[in-house]
């Protein structure tokens, strides 16, 4: 069984926004093991990168855990006040890379020095030279040719799919336990995002690194996670392996998303799209989030939010259609996708 390097336990995180409170996270607990890449799904606005800027202590300043723990090794991040505590762990043990390639990195500095910058801060017994050459290393291995004269380029000399191969050297530069990807193929055309999952995934191999890749596109999650975590509004509706989130998927909100998804010689007049729309965060209803919009609900989601039900030892579910007198019912009432 694999090592758990990352657990996250009941966390809760508010924003406090023009005198309301805002409830982002609600009670989500997973764990990311070594050598595993979970992947995080969802709509815009579900929450996934929130979540995970906590592990980065990178939420904005009306932000805070109000609840929960996330343990990696000895250490409790929910509970970090200091920058000081951050620094022991962001960029050297987690490091994240960011959403927005055209816009993450400094356009007055050169690439060079941008990369050299996170080594010499968790590195400061290192000399220049020393620096230099591991950032050449780095952007060797990030796939650039000309590592030399990317070294002393500025950002806007290069494309964005260059850009995303600097974030994630930059990202690797202290050879991190965990990646977080942050939409990586934000913005890039569909032959370079082939080509920087391809990267995350010989990287994260060759590091023996683990990856949390957040994203909206079913495609990339069915090309490189091990696991897969589904969010609705600032809550897991399901989570599972890969094989089962696509092939057995349970929450109608899951569903949704799969028959949304467009299928390569399938034709159809419209593309699925799930009715209704996300409810108000600061006004959150106290039954199923997802009630108001689900095609498959039934009486017993007017009561309060839905358990969450253990359907197999890696697969669970939080919705009533798999509680029956108090029982699991399992896979009968999950849906075949190619029967969608």
């Known amino acids: 069984m694999q090592d758990v390097i990352l657990s996250v336990q009941d966390l809760e995180v508010e924003f406090t926004l023009r005198g309301k409170t805002l409830h982002a996270i609600r009670g989500i607990s997973l764990d990311i093991c070594e050598g595993e890449s979970l992947a995080i799904v969802g709509e815009s606005g579900s929450g996934k990168s ?4 906590t592990f980065m202590g990178l939420l904005d300043s009306n932000g805070r855990v109000t609840r929960g723990s996330i343990r990696y090794g ?8 200091t920058e000081k505590e951050w620094l022991s762990v962001r960029g050297k ?63 806007h000399e290069l494309s964005g799919g260059m850009r995303q191969r600097i974030m994630i050297a930059i990202a690797l530069a202290c050879s991190p336990t965990l990646i977080i990807a942050d939409e990586p193929t934000t913005a890039l055309d569909v032959t370079i995002q082939a080509q920087i ?23 990339v999650v069915a090309g490189m996670a091990d696991y897969v975590v589904v969010m609705y509004a600032g809550r897991v509706v399901e989570k599972g392996t890969a094989d089962e989130i696509f092939h057995h ?46 095609e ?45």
């Open 74 to 81: 000895e250490k409790d991040l929910a509970a970090f006040k």
């Open 93 to 155: 043990e987690i490091a994240m890379v960011m959403q927005d390639p055209m816009t993450s990195l400094n356009p007055v500095f050169r690439i060079g020095q941008q990369v050299d910058e996170v080594t010499m801060l968790h590195n400061p017994e290192m000399s220049k030279e020393e620096v230099k050459a591991r950032t050449l290393e780095m952007l060797d291995l990030v796939g650039i040719a000309n590592k030399e004269g990317v070294y002393s380029m500025y950002p």
């Open 197 to 219: 999952l391809d990267l995350l995934q010989n990287l994260k191999d060759k590091l023996n690194s683990s990856i949390m890749l957040i994203t909206h596109d079913l495609g």
């Open 249 to 294: 998927p349970g929450h109608p909100y899951t569903i949704g998303l799969m028959k949304s998804k467009p299928v390569v010689g399938k034709k159809v007049d419209a593309l699925y799209n799930i009715p209704g729309s996300v409810p108000n965060p600061v006004n959150m209803p106290n039954y199923c989030y997802f009630r108001d919009r689900c």
């Open 296 to 340: 498959m609900r039934c009486d017993q989601c007017d009561g309060k939010y839905p358990p969450e039900i253990k359907i197999s030892d890696t697969h669970y579910v939080s919705c009533y259609r798999f509680i029956d007198e108090g029982e699991i019912m399992g896979y009968p009432k999950s849906v075949n996708v190619e029967e969608l």
């Open 50 to 53: 929130v979540f995970c800027k």
